[in-house]
């Protein structure tokens, strides 16, 4: 499987972006899909992650701020990210989990959020 991001950018504080993820390969065997960060001189988390049933979870760093969702017929994922925060700076990184437990990363996209 093979991941694409695009989408990040710069943007104020209290604004939003929104990220995009197209898979190719084998994306019948896509379970999961995610987006991480990582800021720097952190450790890379989780921000969103969708089952392939519609599932979604967050932590609470970004719940009520930022919405993933999934269009499976393109093999594509979404971070929609509204009230950004300074703290929110990272890169963001699309992430899928197969079936059987192999696990993918995207090449990362830079989000800046300004003060």
């Known amino acids: 499987v093979q991941l694409q991001a695009s989408g990040g950018g710069l943007v104020q504080a209290g604004g939003s972006l929104r990220l995009s993820c197209a898979a190719s390969?084998?994306?019948?065997?896509?379970?999961?899909m995610g987006w991480h960060r990582q800021a720097p001189g952190k450790q890379r988390e989780l921000v969103a992650r969708?089952?392939?049933?519609?599932?979604?979870y967050y932590p609470d760093s970004v719940k009520g701020r930022f919405t993933i969702s999934r269009d499976s017929a393109k093999s594509m994922v979404f971070l929609q990210m509204n009230s950004l925060k300074v703290e929110d700076t990272a890169v963001y990184y699309c992430?899928?989990?197969?079936?059987?437990?192999?696990?993918?990363w995207g090449q990362g996209t830079q989000v800046t959020v300004s003060s």
């Open positions: 969708i089952t392939s049933g519609g599932a979604t």
């Open positions: 992430n899928t989990v197969t079936y059987e437990m192999a696990d993918y």
């Open positions: 390969g084998s994306i019948s065997s896509i379970n999961l």
